[in-house]
């Protein structure tokens, strides 16, 4: 079992930059494929981003490829989102997950969920 703790969200101008946390505790962080889902008011949680145990492998959605990034640290258990040129339509609620399959991107497949860090982004 892991817990998973995202930081790092803000309030931004259209056009810049953050990066996202999820820290981990728990047993067996190497051995979950992680990824960033988010939820926007009124919306579906949504997939953003996944990477395989190793971090050899990631997807993204569409609508952020070329923008952002996801990585892992196992020897620190944790995993990051590089989110550059930020739009108002990324403002949501931003949350963590660990599971078993390698680049899902249903909720279904994941297990274990952080609280979700918020980002807002002004134009």
């Known amino acids: 079992q892991v817990q998973l703790v995202e930081s790092g969200g803000g309030s931004v101008q259209a056009g810049d930059s953050l990066r996202l946390s999820c820290a981990a505790s728990?047993?067996?962080?190497?051995?979950?494929?992680l990824a960033w889902f988010r939820q926007a008011p009124g919306k579906e949680r949504e997939f953003a981003a996944a990477?395989?145990?190793?971090?050899?492998?990631?997807s993204y959605a569409e609508s952020v490829k070329g923008r952002f990034t996801i990585s892992r640290d196992n020897t620190k258990n944790n995993v990051y989102l590089q989110m550059n040129r930020l739009e108002p339509e990324d403002t949501a609620l931003y949350y963590c997950?660990?599971?078993?399959?390698?680049?899902?991107?249903?909720?279904?497949?994941?297990?274990?969920w952080g609280q979700g860090t918020q980002v807002t982004v002004s134009s």
């Open positions: 728990g047993r067996g962080f190497s051995t979950y494929a």
């Open positions: 997950s660990a599971g078993q399959r390698t680049g899902a991107r249903v909720k279904a497949s994941y297990d274990y």
């Open positions: 990477i395989s145990r190793t971090g050899d492998f990631t």
